[in-house]
């Protein structure tokens, strides 16, 4: 995983942070160019990334998803978009968004927010959590640094 990824802006809604999630969780461990070229399939084949629309999915959409050779068919990182869609959820009832539900985990600092994404959500590691939480507009310097000086 490249750590020196760019800073992305804020997402301009829940489903829009949901998206990036989603991608980073394909990226991760995958060749990204992969993922890239494949990504308007992956629109059409998540309801395109509307939270309701893939919480509600249920064992007919992960069949159709795990056989659609337009998206990479990976079972578990299919079982955890569908995951992270339900948490997404229950974070909206809880903090009335995703955006302020970061703000709420930001205030113990980086390393422990990533902790906090990991611990929710699923198929999401500290790697995978620090870069997507730069690619929606977190700079995370530290964390950065931290992983610069292991490489």
């Not at 800073?7 to 969780?25: C, H, I, L, Q, R």
């Not at 939480?133 to 977190?138: A, E, N, Q, S, Y």
Request: proline residues 2%; contains cysteine.
């Amino acid at each position: 995983m490249d750590h020196n990824c760019h800073v992305g802006s804020k997402p301009a809604d829940d489903n829009g942070y949901f998206e990036e999630m989603t991608k980073a969780v394909f990226q991760s461990g995958f060749n990204w160019q992969v993922i890239e070229n494949k990504w308007e399939n992956f629109h059409a084949a998540f309801a395109n990334f509307s939270i309701p629309a893939v919480a509600a999915f249920g064992s007919e959409e992960m069949a159709r998803l795990e056989s659609d050779v337009g998206i990479v068919r990976n079972y578990r990182k299919i079982e955890a978009t569908l995951k992270n869609a339900r948490e997404f959820v229950f974070v909206q009832q809880e903090f009335g968004s995703f955006e302020k539900y970061l703000e709420a985990i930001s205030v113990d600092g980086e390393e422990k927010m990533c902790k906090t994404l990991s611990k929710r959500f699923a198929h999401l590691g500290k790697a995978t959590s620090m870069f997507f939480l730069r690619k929606v507009g977190w700079e995370m310097p530290e964390t950065v640094k931290q992983w610069a000086e292991k490489r």
